[in-house]
Nanobody, 125 residues
Framework: QVQLVESGGGLVQPGGSLRLSCVAS????????IGWFRQAPGKEREGVSG????????YYAESVKGRFTISRDNAKNTVYLQMDNLKPEDTAIYYC??????????????????WGQGTQVTVSS
C-alpha cells in the first residue's frame, strides 16, 4: 500500500540547517507531485514546498523562499527538503504527502491523498 515516511527532524539553533527526507513506497514516485506541509501548535497545517517528481517543477511558500530547497531522487523514491537559515517560526511538525494526479493547486491539502506520520522540527536557542 501507499506509504510515506519522513525523517530528519530535530532540534536546531536559529540560523542552522536540517534536511528532511520523505521515502515513498507502494507507488512510483516519478508520476506525482509531492508536497511538504507543516503544522505548528494551535495553527492550521500549511503548505511549505512541493515538487513535480515528473518534471522537477518546484513550488515554495513565500515564507520559505530563498531558505528551503526541495529536490527528489526518483531512483530512491525519495523527496528531500533542505532547510537553511532556520527561524523559530519554522518550528512545527513537518509532513510530506502525495497529490492526486489531477490536482491543480499544490497548496490545497484536499488534493493530497496520502500523508506521512510527520517529523518534528524545533528551532530554538
Amino acid at each position: 500500500q501507499v506509504q510515506l515516511v519522513e525523517s530528519g527532524g530535530g532540534l536546531v539553533q536559529p540560523g542552522g540547517s536540517l534536511r528532511l527526507s520523505c521515502v515513498a513506497s507502494g507507488f512510483t514516485l516519478g508520476y506525482f507531485t509531492i508536497g511538504w506541509f507543516r503544522q505548528a501548535p494551535g495553527k492550521e497545517r500549511e503548505g511549505v514546498s512541493g515538487i513535480s517528481t515528473q518534471t522537477g517543477r518546484t513550488y515554495y511558500a513565500e515564507s520559505v523562499k530563498g531558505r528551503f530547497t526541495i529536490s527528489r531522487d526518483n531512483a530512491k523514491n525519495t523527496v528531500y527538503l533542505q532547510m537553511d537559515n532556520l527561524k523559530p517560526e519554522d518550528t512545527a511538525i513537518y509532513y510530506c504527502a502525495v497529490r492526486r494526479p489531477d490536482g491543480t493547486n499544490w497548496l490545497d491539502r484536499s488534493e493530497y491523498t496520502h500523508w506521512g506520520q510527520g517529523t518534528q522540527v524545533t528551532v530554538s536557542s
